[in-house]
């Protein structure tokens, strides 16, 4: 219990600094372990093993008001908790990420967002690209590919796989939307795509369909 009450006076004195300061990726996982060690404590409160119901919520409205989280948004608490319930990937992925991504990887929707979909966080910065001062280049317009057979690039296939592994055991829906996600994020991924357009070999199409499909570990 020592242990516990630890855990969550480190959760609370990080929130604390996140509304006096900018928020640091170590301050939200250490909520997201207090929210946890919360959500076990209401869990057994409740005699349930299922976040859910009028009794488990009471529950962690109390716990969270005396934890002094109680001001934490719902999407936050949510996020945070997956953080801490996927540390050591979260904070693998985020080790790969370059200096300036990972300052902008800090709130839990932005990580889950995209660690989920198995993207990077836009760079702090100014944009490279610039038609002229003062004006943002115009979008591209969209050209379909009419049907053409074309080959997957290899870095969209990982982020297919790696966005199936993340969302392994969620609606369907909630996989298919973060695979297609992942694989056109922007339209110099479409360009990407248009630009190895190419009749499909059967063997790249069988090692695509064996990847995609092979056992997916938490």
């Given amino acids: 219990m020592t242990d516990q009450n630890a855990i969550v006076t480190e959760g609370r004195d990080a929130w604390e600094r996140i509304k006096g300061t900018r928020p640091l990726f170590s301050d939200w996982l250490a909520i997201g372990r207090a929210l946890l060690v919360g959500k076990a404590q209401c869990l057994r409160q409740a005699g349930s093993n299922r976040p859910y119901g009028p009794v488990y919520m009471k529950s962690m409205r109390a716990w969270l008001d005396s934890a002094g989280l109680g001001d934490v948004e719902t999407q936050e608490r949510r996020g945070a908790i ?4 996927h540390e050591a990937e979260v904070t693998a992925w985020r080790q790969n990420l370059s200096p300036s991504e990972a300052r902008n990887a800090n709130h839990p929707s ?4 995209h660690f989920q979909a198995g993207t990077r966080p836009q760079a702090r910065g100014p944009k490279k690209e610039r038609q002229e ?3 943002a ?10 049907g053409a057979d ?5 870095e969209a296939r990982r982020r297919v796989i790696l966005a199936l592994r993340n969302t392994r055991g969620q609606p369907l829906p909630v996989m298919v ?3 297609l996600k992942a694989a056109i994020r922007c339209s110099a991924d479409y360009r990407a795509l248009k630009s190895c357009a ?3 070999k059967a063997a790249t199409r069988a090692a695509t369909l064996a990847a995609a499909t092979e056992p997916m570990h938490a």
């Fill in 137 to 146: 280049a115009p979008a591209e317009p969209f050209v379909p590919l009419d």
């Fill in 198 to 200: 190419a009749p499909a």
């Fill in 150 to 154: 074309f080959t997957w690039p290899d």
């Fill in 82 to 85: 997956f953080i801490a319930e």
């Fill in 177 to 179: 939307d973060a695979a």
């Fill in 133 to 135: 001062e003062g004006h």
């Fill in 110 to 113: 932005t990580i889950v967002k």
